[in-house]
């Protein structure tokens, strides 16, 4: 069984920052896709960014040049660097990875941002 954890939530004021880690543990072959999704209230669950096993990244748009992803393959662990945040990026932030063929998720770390 493979789970991810993720830390670093918390409140934080508009234009403020803040690091959001996600471990895996468990029996884990092998890692492509690592990535963050979050959930607003009311509103469908959606991508943040997203890094291939290479390195690739992909963000969404209203993140692009405020939120950086990365990852530590040796540390099975995914970041999210998230500066000049906004009352809209408020949400539960979820980790996601793909990890021998299955897609796993984190159970949430939760981010408000105070305007």
């Known amino acids: 069984q493979v789970q991810l954890v993720e830390s670093g939530g918390g409140l934080v004021q508009a234009g403020g920052s803040l690091r959001l880690s996600c471990v895996a543990s468990g029996i884990i072959v092998s890692i492509n896709s690592m990535g963050w999704y979050r959930q607003a209230p009311g509103k469908q669950r959606e991508l943040v960014a997203t890094i291939t096993s290479g390195g690739s990244t992909n963000y969404a748009d209203s993140v692009k040049g405020r939120f950086t992803i990365s990852r530590d393959n040796a540390k099975v662990a995914v970041y999210l660097q998230m500066n000049s945040l906004k009352p809209e990026d408020t949400a539960v932030y979820y980790c996601?990875?793909?990890?021998?063929?299955?897609?796993?998720w984190g159970q949430g770390t939760q981010v408000t941002v105070s305007s």
């Open positions: 996601n990875a793909d990890i021998d063929f299955r897609t796993w």
